[in-house]
């Protein structure tokens, strides 16, 4: 039976024609779906792994600053992208209210590689790696002051809103009563190159003309670099100062005043013109006043009546007269020796703050308190080594070098220096010796 086995590996089997043929349909309907499958979770494998797909015949861009590549990117589009991104990212840092220009001087080239074993960069990230590798400068403006390059600032409507600010801060033209705001320097401003770092904001820019620094320091601090002039005028009401008048009244006795009229201040509008410096004035000018109502005078009378040498028919020989009104006063103490010792004039008493007038016209040589026990001293020179002295005053009306007349008031009866009661010490001196007072004067 050997010659009859069947190996079944040889043998063939006989399907209907029918059955193979849904059999092999079917086999190719499941064949494309795992194959879809398969391309799916490739893709999908590769996109989560932060893998670009790019075609094998395809070629890179590579960015490259004065020969160094930087980053590569897919195409060409995308490396531009790139480097505009970096650009105005940079400028966005700097920029305030005026538009600032970022611009850079290295040589950049992109150049077109085969893409083999290629890491890609994307856009944002090429545009970091480019911020890190420029050479970034800016396209300023520079303030020229009196032709020297100074501060830069991000273009010319900059520069001219800092120059502006800096002129406000002391004054402007808007404000009442300016005339002119203007600077002693010639500003002028040109384009330039500059590094970021260095261009100010407008605020820093207006700080720096005017303190020297790009914040606000004390004034005896700050360096200005500008010098600014202001003229205003300024309007306003001020006092009108009376005048006093003096009239001479015979029937009061000399010396002595009294007031008629009182004094009343007037008020005027006077305008000013006013130069300021950097804030500080410099001068004030007076260009117009208008008188808005008049002062009104004082007037005083003046006596004239003039005081009696002496104070009777005998005694001395009246060449001095009686220190006292109307000879009034209490001869309380003569002139030479007495019980406290030696005496060198004579005392008269009367009411303290009682009008001492002047023996004789003279110059006044001393007006003020002696420590030799007179207290408060008014001397008079009468020339020709001729002098008087009243001593223990209160108050005293004249200074020294003022000339006097004769019955003209000096001071008052007090009690200052050394004394036991309110009243005059009346001395009479020729060439520095005291002499009896009653022997020129009638008493």
Not at 184 to 193: F, K, Q, S, Y
Not at 201 to 226: D, F, R
Not at 315 to 340: K, N
Not at 427 to 436: K, L, N, P, S
Request: proline share 2%; glycine share 8%; aromatic share 8%.
């Amino acid at each position: 039976m050997q010659g009859n086995k069947i190996h079944l590996k040889e043998a063939t089997y006989i399907k209907s024609p029918r059955r193979d043929h849904n059999d092999k349909k079917h086999d190719k309907k499941v064949q494309r779906i795992v194959s879809s499958l398969v391309v799916l979770m490739c893709v999908a494998f590769l996109v989560m792994g932060g893998v670009r797909i790019v075609s094998a015949t395809s070629n890179a861009y590579v960015v490259t600053v004065d020969g160094m590549e930087i980053a590569t990117l897919v195409s060409a589009r995308e490396a531009k992208e790139a480097l505009e991104q970096c650009i105005d990212v940079q400028s966005a840092v700097h920029m305030d209210e005026y538009d600032y220009s970022v611009s850079y001087t290295n040589e950049v080239e992109i150049k077109e590689v085969p893409a083999v074993n290629v890491v890609y960069s994307s856009i944002t990230d090429a545009a970091d790696l480019l911020a890190d590798s420029l050479h970034l400068v800016a396209n300023a403006t520079v303030l020229l002051i009196n032709q020297k390059e100074t501060i830069y600032v991000a273009n010319t409507d900059a520069a001219y809103a800092a120059v502006n600010a800096a002129k406000s801060h002391y004054g402007s033209i808007q404000d009442e009563g300016v005339i002119s705001v203007r600077t002693e320097e010639t500003i002028a401003c040109d384009d330039i190159l500059a590094e970021c770092d260095d261009v100010l904001t407008v605020e820093e820019a207006a700080n720096m003309l005017i303190y020297g620094s790009t914040e606000p320091v004390a004034e005896e601090a700050a360096e200005p670099m500008i010098t600014v002039n202001v003229e205003r005028e300024n309007t306003e009401l001020v006092e009108l100062p009376y005048n006093t008048q003096h009239v001479e009244n015979d029937e009061l006795p000399r010396g002595d005043e009294q007031v008629v009229t009182a004094g009343v201040n007037g008020t005027q509008e006077v305008t000013l013109r006013i130069t300021e410096v950097n804030g500080v004035v410099q001068s004030e000018e007076q260009i117009s006043a208008k008188v808005i109502t008049a002062a009104i005078d004082e007037v005083i009378e003046v006596g004239t009546f003039f005081v009696p040498t002496n104070r009777g028919t005998s005694g001395g020989s009246g060449m001095f007269g009686w220190p006292l009104a109307d000879g009034t006063g209490t001869i309380t103490s003569r002139f030479g020796w007495r019980s406290r010792g030696w005496h060198s004039g004579v005392d008269i008493a009367n009411d303290f703050g009682t009008v001492i007038y002047a023996a004789e016209s003279g110059t006044v040589v001393q007006a003020d308190y002696d420590g030799g026990g007179y207290g408060n001293l008014v001397r008079i020179d009468h020339g020709e080594g001729a002098m008087t002295y009243y001593a223990h005053c209160d108050e005293i009306f004249v200074s020294v070098g003022d000339f006097v007349e004769r019955g003209q008031a000096v001071a008052t009866i007090g009690m200052t220096g050394t004394t036991t009661g309110p009243h005059v010490h009346f001395e009479v001196r020729f060439d520095g010796e005291a002499y009896d007072p009653l022997d020129y004067l009638d008493y």
